[in-house]
């Protein structure tokens, strides 16, 4: 059988590989892997298993627990608001009077 090279259908899953792509878009097979199913193409990018990932953990470390960031965000939040209001009344004060 002929080595696999896009286009053409993924030997691995069946999805669409265009040209020139270095690796299936749906399941990861590339030349280097063999494009075949059981390979370990997830090797030697040290991801954590997943028995030992703590999704909460990751979301904390990478994006912070929200502290001083979400007081900010709430105080420019009320700003916003008040500024609206004020923009609003200064708007519609002179058809009152």
């Given at each position: 059988?002929?080595?696999f090279k896009p ?52 979301v904390e470390k ?36």
């Amino acid at each position: 059988m002929p080595a696999f090279k896009p286009p053409g259908q993924c030997p691995a899953c069946g999805e669409w590989v265009p040209r020139n792509a270095a690796a299936c878009d749906c399941c990861g097979a590339c030349a280097s892997s063999g494009w075949k199913m059981d390979a370990d193409v997830y090797d030697g990018l040290d991801l954590p298993d997943q028995e030992d990932f703590d999704y909460n953990e990751f979301v904390e470390k990478e994006f912070g627990g929200g502290g001083k960031e979400q007081k900010r965000r709430r105080f420019w939040w009320w700003v916003a608001v008040l500024l609206a209001l004020a923009m609003a009344y200064g708007l519609l004060a002179p058809m009152w009077h």
